[in-house]
């Protein structure tokens, strides 16, 4: 039972290295099953969510091997000789049922457990299923698991390429139906697809397998399916969520703090939102964003989150912490997930004024939070709870922690080596 003691009202300042993306690299880490031969990913980050993707490959047979020193992962799937992603470790981490399009994709059949919710949603698959579908897979649901198979026709080829057109631009039905689609035959079109800067990371890394992949990014993707894929070296790319969360943490209580590894193009929506707030942020190039003191009081400010290139709901807990302090009212819309704002409770118990109407969060903002003992619901609600023990008068204690690692590398520490007053203690 390990907690976070923080000791707020410390200035931050000085450089924090983003880490590699956890919402890209998971979804490679599954993908790598499709190649023929080893891969090797470089920059991954040292997380629970990671290790629990790592835990399911090689519960499916694949042999890998992790230096966490240099941040790299080799992945052998030669050996892969199962096709079921267990219970135990989908309830842990829904994400594990991105692995149901490469063994779909690579020996025509998969059982995985239903992912069931969590804490910020019902979180339903049926655009994941309804893809596999039009691609020709057969599919039930019994006993907690979707047992998912196709036959292969005399060429050993399985999915059939088909027109997909997606009823909502899911990001983890996109991948899922992207992947199977690279070993199809045919080509495979995805309507109405997901836009995120990690969907291009994934398009980009089955490419140089020997994919092939246009249109990722954009709401049309062409896959052309190939007989076979090979092995890869390839980078994750950094985490625009982890940087979006060190630069709130800056505009709340910072001075000359510069973000590196952050790349601002694929935050465009947020980092313009902070600029309306009045948050004084500037490019220093690409990739690193440099925060200083604000030059006059922070503006009430609304926000709504949207599929990208809207405003990422994984931010939308952190945007809520520093909006709380403002003066005025501001309005934050969820319209991706329908139960995120769990979190406000705790914040409201740290005296933030917050009230919620259905998906939107009515903030009244205070002068001040107090420190108080409270808890994290999911990873994002955690960090933003972490970051308002950072400005609250006296100590905040932080428990269920465990939510905050499954997604930020060295979280304490990184906030550690910024000035912040904070401490792990079990
Ligand atoms: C990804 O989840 C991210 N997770 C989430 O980040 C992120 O919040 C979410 O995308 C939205 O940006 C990973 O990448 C591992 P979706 P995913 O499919 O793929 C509904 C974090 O904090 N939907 O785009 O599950 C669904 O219920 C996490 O890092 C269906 O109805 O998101 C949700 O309301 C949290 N049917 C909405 O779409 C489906 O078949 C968005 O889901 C699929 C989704």
Not at 369 to 381: H, K, M, N, Q, Y
């Amino acid at each position: 039972m390990e907690k976070f003691v923080i000791n707020g009202g410390k200035i931050l300042s000085g450089k924090v290295k983003i880490s590699g993306a956890k919402n890209s690299a998971l979804k490679l880490i599954a993908a790598s099953i499709l190649a023929d031969s080893k891969t090797t990913l470089k920059n991954v980050p040292k997380i629970e969510d990671v290790n629990i993707m790592i835990e399911v490959l090689r519960t499916l047979g694949a042999r890998v091997n992790v230096d966490t020193e240099n941040k790299s992962v080799e992945i052998n799937p030669e050996s892969i000789d199962s096709y079921e992603a267990p219970y135990e470790l989908v309830r842990k981490m829904r994400a594990s049922i991105l692995v149901a399009g490469p063994l779909l994709s690579k020996f025509g059949k998969v059982k995985v457990a239903v992912p069931g919710g969590c804490n910020i949603g019902s979180r339903q698959i049926d655009l994941h299923l309804k893809g596999f579908e039009d691609m020709g897979v057969e599919y039930s649901i019994e006993h907690g698991y979707i047992n998912c198979q196709v036959e292969s026709n005399k060429t050993g080829v399985r999915l059939s390429g088909t027109m997909v057109n997606m009823d909502f631009p899911s990001r983890g039905a996109t991948e899922n139906i992207m992947m199977a689609a690279c070993l199809a035959r045919g080509q495979t079109v995805i309507n109405n697809a997901a836009r995120e800067p990690e969907i291009i990371d994934l398009a980009c890394f089955l490419n140089s397998m020997g994919a092939d992949i246009q249109g990722s990014g954009t709401d049309c993707i062409v896959i052309n399916g190939v007989k076979s894929l090979k092995g890869t070296e390839y980078e994750v790319m950094p985490d625009s969520i982890e940087a979006g969360t060190f630069i709130v943490a800056a505009g709340l209580c910072g001075n000359k703090v510069e973000v590196e590894n952050a790349k601002w193009k694929n935050l465009q929506v947020f980092y313009s939102k902070l600029k309306e707030i009045g948050v004084n942020i500037s490019i220093i190039d690409e990739n690193n964003i440099r925060v200083d003191e604000p030059q006059s009081t922070y503006n009430p400010t609304n926000i709504s989150t949207l599929p990208y290139p809207g405003f990422p709901t994984d931010l939308q807990p952190i945007i809520t912490v520093l909006l709380s302090t403002i003066p005025g009212v501001s309005i934050v819309t969820e319209n991706v997930f329908e139960n995120r704002f769990m979190y406000v409770d705790e914040l409201n118990r740290m005296g933030a004024n917050i009230k919620i109407d259905g998906h939107h969060a009515v903030i009244k903002g205070v002068e001040k939070l107090s420190g108080a003992p409270v808890r994290s619901f999911d990873l994002r609600a955690g960090a933003a709870i972490v970051l308002a023990g950072l400005v609250a008068e006296g100590s905040t204690e932080v428990s269920d922690i465990y939510h905050i690692k499954r997604g930020y590398e060295d979280f304490e520490e990184k906030l550690k080596s910024l000035g912040a007053d904070i401490k792990k203690v079990s």
